[in-house]
Structures are given as C-alpha cells and as structure tokens.
C-alpha cells in the first residue's frame, strides 16, 4: 500500500494510515508541535475546527472568500497572507470546500504563509485534483471518496514528522512515519485494498482523471446556470473549483 500511494502520489513513502480523514486530523492536530498561534479558515469542515479546539482552546478563524461563487486565486492568497501574523505557528487548510465547492490554491497559499505550517484537510481533493502534494506540510485525507478505496481507510503525509508527536502506540516502529501509524488492529483488509485504488488511478493518470472530472463538473455548472430559478454557488473557473457542484433552488 505505501508503494502504490507513493507510486500514484509521486512523492516518498512517508505515510501513516488512519480510518478517516477525522482520525487524521486528531491525530496530526492533537501532536502538533508549533511556536505561534494557530489559525484556521471560517471554511474548514468541523472535524478540522474540533481538533484545534481539544488541543489549542482558542484559535482564529480568518475567511478566503465573501461570495464562493466569485472566489479567485489571487483574492484567496491574498486573504491567507493577510489573516496570518509574525506569531502564527500554522494555518489550517480545506483542499475543496464541502459546502460550496471552492478549491483553493493551496500551493500558493502554503508559499505564502511560510514560516507557518500548512495542514490540509485533502478529502475532497485527493484523486478529484492533480496538486503535487509536497508543495504542503501535511496532508490528511481519507480514501474512500474519489480515490474509491473502502470505508474506514486515511492518510496521512509530511514533509515535517519532526514537527509531529505521536501519542497511539504504533505496532510498525520504523521510520518517522511508521512510528506514528497508530497501533491495534484496524480494519486491515480495507486498508490492504488501497493499493489496487491507488494503481487504479496510477494506470489511468491523475492528470487525465482530474481533466475528466473537470470536465463533467463544468458542463454540470454550465447547465445548471441556464435554469433561472437556480443559483450556482460553485464558481464556474476550473482553477478554484474541482468536482463538488454547490448550488441553491429558488424556494
């Protein structure tokens, strides 16, 4: 499974498994280790807002965007460099916003709040998008949505283990990663599956599967902006928007 994902990915094997996105997020969030405070976006899914509460108490909330509809990378950039200080430890990211269907520019935005971690919550991107993924500190993300693995399988992937505290016995001690794969006995024929998910999509290419997507996803927003009693929350430009298709009927 870590040669498939790392094979699919294009990055080292430095992955820890988990159940869910949620678990990751725990996880990496209740581990963390920064200097700073910690900020999240007002878009964040409530897994992602509930760990930095367990773990911080407080943290700020900053917005990318008014109006997703009318989100652009460069307005959403600009958003993240400014809701960041001098004392931000990290800043928590969504991939591809559940509830409206924005896709942020992660790459940039990461670049342009350095030093401050970027963690992403890469649910609804991983597999729907082709983002290197080690332009990001750490990604969690569970497998079951677009990449199509089974139920109860995540990930989790760092370029900064060192940043990261382990606190589950882990049953795999190894490397970095390995050492923080929680211990006891998971659901391991889902997570074994993963790899035939992974070369799935390796075999089809992420560049052809994210172009596939978009292109369904934009002749659904197409049509959908025809029909006058509807109004498309997702924006229609592919650079912020991915598979999800938000939209609200009249009445």
Same mark, same amino acid.
């Given at each position: 499974v870590l040669d498939a994902a790392a094979r699919y990915l294009d990055v080292p094997p430095a992955f820890a498994f988990t159940d869910s996105t949620t678990m990751g997020l725990g996880l990496v969030y209740g581990g963390i280790r920064i200097e700073g405070e910690p900020v999240a976006t007002e878009h964040d899914f409530y897994s992602t807002h509930e760990s930095l509460r367990l773990r911080f108490k407080d943290f700020r909330r900053?917005?990318?965007? %008014? %109006?997703?509809?009318?989100? !652009?990378?460069?307005?959403?950039?600009? $958003? $993240?460099?400014?809701?960041?200080? +001098?004392? !931000?430890?990290?800043?928590?990211?969504?991939?591809?916003?559940?509830?409206?269907?924005?896709?942020?520019?992660?790459?940039?935005?990461?670049?342009?709040?350095?030093?401050?971690? $970027?963690?992403? +919550?890469?649910?609804?991107?991983?597999?729907? %998008? %082709?983002?290197?993924l080690d332009r990001v500190d750490v990604l969690v993300a569970g497998c079951h949505k677009w990449l199509g693995g089974p139920r109860g399988t995540g990930l989790v992937w760092s370029r900064a283990w060192d940043r990261l505290r382990p606190f589950i016995p882990t049953f795999h001690p190894g490397s970095p990663a390995a050492n923080w794969n929680p211990g006891g006995y998971h659901t391991f024929e889902h997570r074994w599956a993963l790899a035939e998910a992974f070369d799935f999509h390796h075999r089809i290419g992420r560049t052809k599967v994210t172009k596939r997507i978009q292109s369904l996803a934009t002749r659904l927003k197409e049509g959908l902006a025809e029909l006058r009693n509807v109004r498309l929350v997702t924006p229609m430009a592919e650079e912020v928007s991915a598979g999800i298709v938000c939209f609200e009927v009249e009445g």
């Open positions: 900053i917005a990318l965007y %008014d %109006d997703p509809a009318r989100a !652009t990378v460069s307005g959403m950039v600009a $958003a $993240a460099k400014a809701g960041v200080r +001098d004392g !931000t430890g990290l800043l928590a990211l969504t991939w591809v916003h559940s509830g409206t269907g924005v896709k942020i520019p992660v790459q940039e935005i990461a670049e342009a709040v350095r030093p401050a971690l $970027a963690v992403v +919550d890469g649910v609804h991107g991983l597999a729907a %998008d %082709d983002l290197p």
